[in-house]
């Protein structure tokens, strides 16, 4: 063969300035550019020979090896594809963006089936190599009997010479990088070990790495490929164990704990997806950040946690997706926009809500003891993703202070007698202890919601079911507290309140006496939902003028029954005892606020002085 030089053909006009800068979102990308065409061709050859249109023994062991020469500055990629004539080359390598695959796949297409995978990314894939080289050589055979070997090289990125090859003596594709100098750090083998890791851990093709400037004899066979070529996502789910799927887990993600449940997505029609999505288990809700969902287009590595895929909140979630139907650019990176992509991410959602529901149906037991884990990341879908919502409604569950797992409608069917569409709940089940206690003197029941997001996701609940009220489990209790058959006293009632009117003054808004069946509790703070949402919602918008006031509209119960409300009522009307009376008064409401919630440093101070006057009156008895 005679040496040609010439200029090779750009279909695209100023295509290597964007090969260069724009095309590929990382640089080490043409590691996986160049693995995923070796990988093409191996596919390609295997193809032809199981049509009868290529000799290949039956043994045949097929591999990529990239090879690492620090003292030539090289990288480099042999495959035992399909290797390409001197005619191929010209069209495929000369011709950008021309696309290799798609004449192969119109030549052979009435022979295969439609599920064939070929990716096939020869021409701008290849281009990648430019990236980090200041010269590309190509040693290829044809897997055509009588093939002669062939040399591409081109320094420039738009000049070539093709010769023969005297490098490549088997069928298949040898492509060598002569690093730029800025490129260096791609001759460090750990590096090139982690990239191709992060790209091509599951590539179906075995890719093998050595370094010729360490270990000369080494042998391919000698040491193991660096890849899964049959990572679980590709098994039928009836074919893989609880055990394989928790290993699966840790070394895909790099940890040790357990999935606490996972999803096998197997999808065939109306397109091709499959995948695990894990359900991690959350520490803590400081834990509530992105997991890592990784994307896979015919088991080639693309992104992590691309959002127009998997929607945002389920990247709460780990887990891979491998969707040969995706339409990728010619960077394998980014998604361009189409209508099946957000077919394929409503129909991940759709199989979450349907693993949930079927959970809850078939495995309560199971489900309730996820549910602590879990809660955060369906209230957040919840309030992300309304059609999550419409799905997963009726299979939400909370948690009561009596340690049941029930639903919104079993909550409220069982309540419906004492307070009808009304929810009672905990934010915090220290801080409102005494409430608790309260509720379970009085037989009644109420939800604990302590997560950052429960504010949210109970405004969007009365939303949705219009009529139903969330009331904190400190606000008007006045419905429920009444007793049955339990005659008032107004006459007392209206002395008791007269009395803390005139020594607690402003320091709240309303006052009512209850009977209440502790008699030891001699008052508790009740606050208004409604006024201590808004107030919530003012310090939100901290330094914003909303234009009103906010303040939280507190009510203090009065127990009637209590022994130290009964003694200060006798004292109302002695005058000598007066300064006592105010101090024991406000030492009384200093406590009820005290169970509500935590003293201003103002207040604290005052409570502190007070009680300190209280021990000195009992000490001089």
């Keep these: ?3 040609e030089k010439g200029s090779i053909s750009i279909h695209t006009e100023n295509i290597f300035p964007i090969i260069k800068k724009w095309l590929y979102s990382d640089k080490d990308i043409f590691i996986r550019e160049l693995i995923s065409n070796g990988c093409d061709a191996v596919n390609k050859v295997k193809r032809l020979a199981s049509l009868g249109e290529a000799k290949i023994p039956n043994d045949e062991k097929y591999k990529i090896t990239v090879s690492i020469d620090k003292g030539q500055g090289t990288l480099s990629f042999r495959d035992n594809g399909i290797g390409m004539t001197e005619e191929e080359v010209k069209k495929y390598i000369n011709q950008v963006a021309f696309s290799g695959a798609e004449d192969f796949f119109n030549k052979y297409k009435d022979k295969m089936e439609e599920s064939s995978d070929i990716i096939g990314h020869f021409g701008l894939g290849f281009y990648s190599a430019f990236m980090v080289s200041k010269k590309v050589q190509i040693d290829t055979l044809s897997h055509i009997e009588g093939a002669e070997p062939v040399r591409w090289i081109s320094e420039g990125g738009t000049e070539y010479e093709i010769s023969n090859s005297d490098t490549i003596t088997q069928r298949g594709t040898l492509i060598t990088l002569f690093l730029d100098d800025d490129s ?11 990239i191709i890791n992060k790209y091509c851990s599951f590539l179906p093709v075995e890719i093998y790495l050595e370094n010729k400037e360490e270990n000369e004899d080494s042998k391919d066979d000698e040491v193991l490929p660096l890849n899964d070529t049959k990572p679980l996502w590709t098994k039928a789910p009836k074919d893989c164990t609880d055990e394989e799927y928790k290993e699966f887990y840790k070394k895909v993600f790099n940890v040790f704990d357990e999935p606490l449940f996972w999803i096998h997505l197997n999808v065939d029609y109306p397109f091709n997806l499959k995948g695990i999505l894990y359900f991690p288990k959350l520490k803590n809700e400081f834990e509530l950040v992105e997991g890592k969902v990784k ?39 980014f998604l361009q926009n189409d209508k099946d992509v957000s077919k394929i991410s409503k129909h991940i959602v759709k199989k979450v809500a349907d693993k949930l529901k079927s959970l809850c149906k078939n495995e309560r037991e199971e489900y309730t003891k996820f549910w602590d884990d879990i809660e955060v990341f369906i209230k ?17 569950l909370f948690k009561t202070i009596n340690d049941e797992y029930l639903t919104l409608d079993d909550y409220l069917e069982k309540c419906k007698d004492k307070h009808e569409n009304k929810v009672f709940y905990v934010s ?30 109970i405004s969007m609940l009365e939303y949705k079911n219009q009529g139903v009220n969330f009331n904190r489990i400190d606000s008007d209790l006045s419905d429920v507290l009444k007793e049955d058959g339990v005659e008032e006293n107004k006459e007392e009632i209206e002395k008791i309140e007269e009395l803390f009117k005139s020594e607690i003054g402003e320091r709240v808004e309303k006052y009512s006496v209850q009977s209440l069946k502790n008699e030891q509790t001699p008052a508790i703070i009740l606050v208004s939902e409604h006024s201590r949402r808004m107030a919530e919602m003012k310090s939100q918008f901290a330094g914003m003028d909303l234009g009103m006031e906010f303040n939280e509209e507190k009510t203090l119960v009065i127990n009637d029954k209590n022994p130290i409300i009964q003694k200060i009522l006798s004292m109302k009307d002695d005058e000598s005892k007066k300064d006592k009376l105010s101090l024991i008064c406000n030492q009384v409401v200093d406590l009820a606020l005290l169970s509500n919630k935590e003293l201003s440093s103002e207040e604290l101070d005052l409570f502190i002085k007070r009680s300190n006057e209280l021990m000195n009156m009992i000490i001089s008895v």
């Design 295 to 333: 994307l896979y287009n015919n088991q080639v590595f693309v992104a992590d946690n691309i959002k127009e895929v998997i929607p945002e909140f389920l990247l709460l979630l780990k887990g891979v997706i491998d969707c040969p139907d995706l339409p990728l650019n010619v960077s394998r990176s």
């Design 184 to 194: 260096q750090e791609f001759l460090d083998e750990y590096n090139v070990r982690s």
């Design 428 to 457: 915090d089940e220290k801080q409102q202890s005494q409430y608790i206690k309260l509720f379970k003197e009085y037989n009644l029941d109420a939800v604990i919601l302590k997560t950052s997001i429960d504010n949210h996701f």
């Design 380 to 396: 957040y879908g919840c309030l992300k993703d309304e059609g999550f919502y419409d799905k997963i409604k009726d299979f939400i």
């Design 1 to 3: 063969m005679a040496i």
